[in-house]
């Protein structure tokens, strides 16, 4: 029904930077907030960044002024990762609210994770 497809995660060197893509298609009839999440090993997913529809994005406090958040277009969130260090290491999800056309109502759906890590 619904893909989300995620790229940009690698390795890279404190400092430096990485841009996150993801793309959802599939039957969706409008989407509203995108979003990042990130887990670090042994630790919970929290709320990297976020945007809604209207391009009102919000940050957690540890990436303010680091990292933005944009919508390409009605279906494509990106990150922007600027001064990465090595506590931005962590599996990074997309996450989407959105309407299907074949159930009407609003859900939330998850991408498959892409590793970031930054270590010299």
């Known amino acids: 029904q619904v893909q989300l497809v995620e790229s940009g995660g690698g390795l890279v060197q404190p400092g430096g930077s990485l841009r996150l893509s993801c793309a959802a298609s599939g039957s969706i009839l409008s989407i509203y907030t995108m979003a990042w999440y990130r887990q670090a090993p042994g630790k919970q997913r929290d709320l990297v960044a976020a945007i809604t529809s209207g391009g009102n994005p919000n940050y957690a406090d540890s990436v303010k002024g680091r990292f933005t958040i944009s919508r390409d277009n009605a279906k494509t969130v990106s990150l922007q990762m600027n001064s990465l260090k090595p506590e931005d290491t962590a599996v990074y999800y997309c996450?989407?609210?959105?309407?299907?056309?074949?159930?009407?109502?609003?859900?939330?759906?998850w991408g498959q994770g892409t590793q970031v890590t930054v270590s010299s």
């Open positions: 996450n989407v609210e959105l309407v299907l056309r074949a159930t009407m109502t609003r859900t939330i759906w």
